[in-house]
């Protein structure tokens, strides 16, 4: 059964969820309708501008050569790599040093794990002492101290709520995308980058592959012509299930659910691979555009864009047996490998592949890099719209998916 969901159309509820009740009581603030609009610009929801007198003087200090003190939101997989990656800007760029000063995790053991593995990797580096914050407020404690920027990569469910807070403290953000689990966090999202605007604060997505090389070079080909007008695109998405070890384990606690994140909805999650989002995002960029509506069916998603062109993301297997994502884009003459930076023409033959020589740690690094130098040259990069614009789109497919499994 095919169903379609359109992003300036009604909105659609459905597979509901119910949120763990000790998880629920900290959600204060965090929307969980399952309603979305998709739109590349949105509607701003209301809510006050701090002054821009108080927050210009809060950011001030962190440019030119003092110490950037970072604080870390959310210690698993991500956080932990993340947090490395901005430490390791010390060794990368001459622009003065930079620290870890605050660790915020739901989860004891998972932050004391990832301090740790940080502390290992960059020691000369990590000032953390006994600002270690645990339980699901603990992000509160973390923003309330003298941080300067702050990585948030914390379970999706969270995230609207924890960026909108951290631009009101006045620190520089480094987000994990997707950026929003509905319409009202991505409102929200929208709402806060306001104000990131006029407190002249650097806000970074974690859409790492627009700071890889080789990336950067294909979609310039893509631009003067190469494969001649893009017509369509196809995406590959995993399909997951919990781990085996997981799946054996028949507690479903709130616990349980927020530590495997990515397989439950409410959380953030879904049965396709998040990365999804990532393949959606280079359609976009290749495209100039974001898609309006999404209809799903056999395993497939169809996501088309107001130009009447198509991405269609197909998916299959399980974490365990096929995990990776990639892009083909079609042209009028020829087509584009993105994820190997590899053209041909109408004929298969190719005719372009890019030589790139990507830098240690490739685009997740290259954000890095990027955002402690803005936030350092006093110019911030400003990476709101992009969050929105993949999270919108990724969003917009699952409630397709939801509506097939209300009517299935």
């Known amino acids: 059964m ?23 009581e900290a959600l204060v603030g965090v929307g969980n309708r399952r309603g979305f609009f998709a739109k590349s610009s949105m509607a701003i929801a209301g809510g006050a501008v701090l002054a821009a007198e108080q927050t210009i003087a809060r950011a001030a200090h962190a440019f030119g050569s003092d110490t950037l003190r970072v604080g870390l939101i959310g210690c698993g997989a991500r956080g932990k790599a993340a947090a490395i990656e901005a430490l390791q800007t010390n060794h990368l760029l001459d622009s003065g040093r930079v620290e870890l000063f605050a660790m915020a995790d739901a989860f004891g053991n998972q932050l004391q794990s990832a301090y740790r593995a940080i502390n290992s990797r960059q ?6 002492g006994d600002r270690r914050f645990v339980g699901l407020t603990a992000w509160r404690q973390l923003l309330a101290t003298d941080i300067d920027l702050v990585i948030l990569a914390a379970p999706p469910v969270f995230r609207a709520d924890q960026f909108s807070a951290a631009i009101e403290a006045g620190k520089h953000v480094m987000m994990e995308s997707h950026v929003a689990i509905d319409q009202n966090g991505l409102e929200k999202i929208q709402a806060a980058a306001i104000a990131a605007r006029n407190q002249r604060l650097a806000v970074a997505s974690g859409l790492q592959r627009r700071h890889e090389v080789r990336s950067q070079q294909t979609i310039e080909q893509l631009r003067i012509g190469k494969i001649g007008r893009l017509v369509s695109a196809n995406l590959y998405a995993s399909q997951i299930g919990l781990p085996p070890s997981a799946e054996r384990n028949q507690t ?7 530590k495997h994140w990515m397989h439950f ?3 953030g999650g879904d049965v396709i691979d998040h990365r999804l989002l990532h393949s959606l995002d280079v359609v976009n960029w290749a495209f100039g555009a974001t898609p309006i509506y999404a209809e799903s069916e056999d395993q497939a998603i169809r996501y088309t864009y107001s130009d009447g062109r198509i991405a269609l993301a197909s998916y299959g297997g399980d974490h365990s047996q096929r995990r990776g994502m990639g892009e083909l884009l079609e042209g009028s003459l020829g087509s584009c490998d993105f994820a190997r930076g590899l053209i041909r023409d109408a004929a298969g033959k190719i005719v372009w592949q ?5 830098i240690a740690g490739k685009g997740w690094q290259g954000q890095f890099n990027a955002f402690i130098s803005a936030i350092r040259s006093g110019q911030p990069l400003d990476e709101t719209d992009l969050a929105i ?17 209300a009517h299935s």
């Open 2 to 24: 095919a169903a379609h969901v359109q992003s300036a159309g009604r909105q659609h509820e459905a597979g509901r969820h119910n949120v763990p009740g000790r998880i629920n």
């Open 123 to 128: 020691s000369g580096f990590v000032n953390v």
């Open 252 to 258: 479903r606690s709130g616990d349980f659910e927020l």
């Open 265 to 267: 909805r409410w959380a």
């Open 354 to 358: 890019s030589d790139a020589k990507e």
């Open 389 to 405: 614009q993949s999270t919108s789109s990724w969003l917009v497919g699952r409630e397709s998916l939801l509506a097939v499994a």
